[in-house]
């Protein structure tokens, strides 16, 4: 999982006073296109994300928590916001990263890697 491409490049791209854009003019441009890299990588992540919401949330795994490097706290987001959030940046949007589900049920969201073994541990996969 490429977290990189649900990420703001830049989290203080509209702010006047980040130091930064004194020294990177372009810091407010739209988002570089993906790499045929990049994008192969993002749709396999749709992929697999496409598969957790039907096999992982009838089991009651609604999506994924991560701990946000920039705001130091957990994110939980569910499969259709992860999807979303993919698509986004697929066609060279940024989807809303930081706005997170309302009070989430922490309980019924699991880190991305146990949603991919989980899925492996299922009928042999892969
Ligand atoms: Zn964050």
Do not use: T
């Amino acid at each position: 999982m490429n977290f990189d491409s649900m990420m703001p490049r830049d989290p203080f791209a509209d702010d006047p006073n980040d130091p930064a854009s004194f020294l990177e003019d372009d810091a407010s441009e739209d988002v570089p296109p993906l790499s045929d890299e990049e994008r192969a990588h993002v749709l396999e992540d749709l992929r697999i994300v496409r598969e957790c919401k039907n096999i992982l949330e009838p089991r009651g795994m609604r999506g994924i928590y991560f701990l946000c490097e920039d705001c130091d706290i957990m994110h939980y987001y569910d499969w259709d916001i992860m999807a979303g959030n993919m698509q986004a940046s697929l066609k060279g949007e940024l989807g809303p990263v930081h706005e997170p589900s309302a009070e989430p049920d922490v309980d019924a969201y699991v880190p991305w890697d146990y949603a991919v073994g989980y899925l492996d541990g299922l009928e042999g996969r892969r």
